[in-house]
């Protein structure tokens, strides 16, 4: 970057920011935001600001007496117009720019880099050339949104400097990296030190190789490339086939299983096979038996009830026989008295009334009329007593004198119950009996029947089960069977070997070549780590792989093992050993522009930025190149460099 300030804008930044009106100072930063809380009411208004700064070659120097204030925005904003991919900026900063316009001398050209943003979003740009004497020139490139402003960038970039494109093949793909990854090499800040050259490891190589001019490097990086990708699409292919063959180890070992828990299954069914036509038999004897036991069981219930109907007529009769056969022994004791006085008037019973008694019919005690018909029996009784009585009076006569030896009477009410119901018994206890047997036989022939129906079923289940069998040993059979390769892999092999190939070739073609650069580079970076304040660090080697060893404080180590601080020391010497590099050798590419953002950061003393500086400068005079230097600590800014290399915000000021 360079050129005559009266001619040349080379940062421009146009737009609108916050302005605090009627706020207590106190309570604001002078960003606009809040410190602390308060009631105070707050008005805020957007009005126009523009930026402005020309560097010039060498090492130029950002910096503010507190953090947040504009210096790493003016480095994004740097490269936001160089590579064409918009930056990480806060809410605020992406809101008030408006429009840019950055003058890249590139070789004798100068470019003008101007767009506007909404937001961060880019439109309406361009890249111009302008002359010698101010004027337009040409516009080489136009874009009106974020990907085409990439894209013009790595067009009007990559020729001009004499860089390609380069593909590296990233888990299997191909992918092209372009201008905007070569602008990652050129900014060096504290969190990105992952990688000694930009910001990607897996790109470090290929940008080292690039920026060193080492032959044959785009031809190895397309070769390393192509095989990198065939021998991913070969493994790639190589595991499908493993997967594809321990899928079918388990589908085989998954069938066998399955045959022998079919045939463990089959195993375990009873034996026998149950007679159709005996167990049809069998089911109609059931029923049957079902109908007799039912029939038996109707009969039972009837006799029962009849039993329960004769008990209680005998019952009935034992009380009335009970009843009339008391009264009869009682009447006969008393018909058979002979009374000489009336119970009553105790008046005498004379001979002639006794002997009266079968003359004239009358009682001789109260001269009732009698019953001739008892009478004639021996029975004393008034006409006038009841039918049932006299009935009775005679029956007990009549018994009286069976008892005495007479001829036996038929049988009684009672006797004829009693026969009755000893009948009822006997007959119920033969149903019980013939219930009971039935239902013996009927038990039987039902687990008979269920035996059968078992090994009906079973005999089923075997058949399903050995259908089963054979489908599964079938499919184990089929899964047995040695299939003959299929050869599915995507690529020609010969064409795999080639790449390799080639590979090895353009590696050793490279090595070869690099080797001493890199010895006469990693020289020069010690040299420079030393400058820059980290003198425990010696015995520095940058190989091919973009790796470096070291010794710390005499023992081995690496860059990854050393300390932020340490790191950030290497990282910067690295790039500045390989632009120097270039600039000696002619044949690298690297641009000459380089940006460290907060270096400060990783415990860097003002001692040491001092004397990082004072090497910068001494690297500056060696070869032209441009550095800008972002940091807080401002005093080694004003030490060492002089004013027009310097933009400096003081206090709590804003660098833009």
């Known amino acids: 970057m360079g050129g005559d300030p009266d001619k040349q804008q080379i940062v421009s930044v146009g737009g609108g920011c916050a302005e605090i009106v009627g706020a207590d100072p106190d309570v604001y930063r002078g960003d606009g935001t809040e410190r602390v809380e308060s009631n105070t009411a707050v008005f805020q208004a957007l009005v126009p600001f523009a930026f402005m700064w020309e560097p010039p070659d060498g090492v130029n120097g950002i910096g503010s007496g507190s953090n947040l204030r504009g210096k790493s925005s003016v480095v994004e904003i740097l490269l936001w117009s160089l590579s064409g991919r918009c930056a990480v900026f806060s809410v605020a900063v992406r809101r008030w720019v408006e429009h840019v316009e950055i003058d890249w001398v590139v070789g004798t050209e100068r470019l003008r880099v101007a767009f506007d943003a909404d937001n961060g979003n880019v439109s309406n740009g361009s890249v111009t050339v302008i002359e010698e004497n101010g004027a337009h020139g040409p516009v080489i490139a136009t874009f009106d949104d974020d990907e085409a402003f990439e894209d013009a960038m790595s067009s009007v970039m990559l020729n001009r400097l004499r860089l390609e494109s380069f593909t590296v093949s990233q888990s299997g793909k191909p992918v092209t990296h372009k201008w905007a990854s070569y602008v990652n ?30 032959d044959w490097v785009p031809v190895l990086a397309t070769a390393s490339t192509v095989a990198g990708s065939l021998e991913a699409k070969r493994k790639a292919a190589a595991e499908r086939t493993k997967t594809a063959t321990e899928a079918m180890e388990g589908s085989l070992a998954a069938a066998q299983k399955a045959a022998k828990a079919v045939e463990a299954k089959i195993a375990e069914l009873p034996e026998g096979t149950p007679d159709p036509a005996k167990l049809a038999q ?21 006799q029962s009830v009849a039993a329960d109907t004769v008990r209680q007529q005998l019952k009935a009769a034992r009380a009335r026989h009970h009843t009339e056969y008391e009264h009869a022994l009682l009447t006969k004791f008393f018909h058979q008295m002979e009374p000489t006085v009336c119970p009553r008037c105790t008046a005498g019973v004379t001979a002639d009334r006794r002997a009266a008694e079968p003359e004239q019919h009358k009682c001789s005690v109260c001269t009732s009329d009698l019953n001739l018909e008892a009478l004639k029996v021996n029975v004393v009784v008034a006409s006038s007593v009841d039918e049932a009585v006299t009935t009775a009076l005679v029956g007990a006569t009549a018994a009286v004198s069976e008892d005495n030896g007479e001829e036996l009477a038929p049988k009684t009410e009672i006797e004829a119950l009693e026969e009755a119901a000893a009948r009822v018994e006997i007959v119920m206890a033969g149903l019980r009996k013939q219930i009971d047997e039935l239902q013996v036989t009927h038990d039987g022939l039902v687990t008979e029947t269920a035996l059968d129906a078992v090994l009906a079923q079973a005999v089923e289940d075997r058949r399903l089960l050995e259908i089963e069998l054979a489908r599964a040993e079938g499919a184990a059979q089929a899964l047995a069977t040695p299939a003959s390769p299929v050869d599915v892999s995507p690529i020609d092999p010969i064409q795999l070997a080639v790449a390799e190939a080639a590979e090895r070739v353009l590696s050793r073609w490279v090595k070869g070549h690099q080797d001493p650069l890199l010895a006469r580079i990693s020289a020069e970076i010690e040299r420079l780590v030393v400058n820059f304040g980290a003198d425990s660090l010696s015995n520095i080697k940058l190989d091919g792989a973009a790796n470096m060893t070291l010794r710390q404080n005499g023992d081995q180590s690496t860059y990854g093992q050393v300390t932020h601080g340490e790191q950030l020391r290497l990282k910067i010497a690295t790039v500045i050993s390989l632009i120097k590099h270039g600039y000696i050798e002619g044949i690298g590419r690297h641009p000459g522009f380089l940006l460290l953002d907060s270096p400060a950061a ?55």
């Open 282 to 302: 069998t089911n109609a004897r059931i029923s049957d038996l079902v109908r007799q036991i039912h029939e038996s069981e109707t009969q039972l219930l009837s």
């Open 185 to 214: 090499a050129l900014w060096v800040r504290p969190k990105d030190l992952k990688s000694i050259i930009g910001k990607e490891a897996t790109l470090s190589v290929r940008l080292m190789q690039m920026f060193i001019g080492t």
């Open 602 to 656: 990783e415990e860097m003393p003002d001692g040491d930025l001092a004397t990082m500086l004072s090497a910068l400068l001494d690297v500056a005079r060696e070869a032209p190149m441009q550095i800008i230097v972002a940091t807080r600590s401002t005093g080694p800014l004003v030490e060492l460099l002089p004013g027009n290399n310097r933009l400096i915000a003081e206090g709590d000021s804003f660098v833009w």
